[in-house]
């Protein structure tokens, strides 16, 4: 039974890989990232792979790192169409100002920026509490 699903785990990981990138640049597309902004949230500092997994997400092959991260970024994105249901106010939300405790006056998108994988946590962790999810 176990070698079965190891064997079935690559093909399961590059699906979960493309869909999870797929996921990720529509997002990326509507929080209107650029390139730069999006390779920090998915910590990597290589453009040619990020232009690489844009164009052929089906060739990237995620790492928990970037699992953990895409995770976090869905379960933001999805927060904040609970939060704030028109479209525009969601998104716009990420880029304004915040004076809330976890931003000290900075935006949520500046806060994610910052490149470790726990300020997204934190960002994650605040929309949860707005949402009575703790």
Known sequence: MLSIARAQ???DSARVSK???QTFFNIANVWRLNADEAMTLLGLDS???????K???????????????LSYIFGIYKA???????????????KRPNSALP????????????GHVADLYVVR???????GWS
Do not use: H, I
Not at 55 to 69: G, I, Q, W, Y
């Open 55 to 69: 164009k052929s997400p089906e060739t990237a092959k995620l790492n928990p790192d970037k699992l953990e991260r």
């Open 103 to 114: 931003f000290q006056g900075k935006s949520a998108l500046e806060r994610m920026l910052s």
């Open 19 to 21: 869909s999870a990138l």
């Open 80 to 94: 904040l169409q609970v939060l704030l249901p028109q479209a525009d106010a969601a998104d716009q939300w990420l």
């Open 125 to 131: 962790q605040y929309l949860d509490g707005q949402r």
């Open 47 to 53: 453009r040619s792979t990020y232009f690489k997994w």
């Open 9 to 11: 785990l690559p093909s």
